[in-house]
């Protein structure tokens, strides 16, 4: 049985992304707001995918808008792989 994903797992994912390991991130913050460009969206990917073996198309990742939608989808596609 795979692990559950903790949400601040997936939040230091993207501080990591980002460069910035004290950001402070919410759920309803924007991921644009927060600093994630393309550049930091694919190290998300891969980092995602590294961590965890949840690979996360970039489709699917473009339509995110929000930190809680990458939260939401990294732990739905986890789930979805067991």
Sequence with gaps: MMETIDTEDILNVIRKSIDDENAMLRRDDFLED???D???GFEIRLLVKERWGVELSEEAFDDLYRVG???DLVRGQAAGSC
Aim: no cysteine; net charge negative; hydrophobic share 65%.
């Design 34 to 36: 927060v600093g994630v």
């Design 38 to 40: 393309s550049i930091a």
């Design 69 to 71: 939608d990458l939260v």
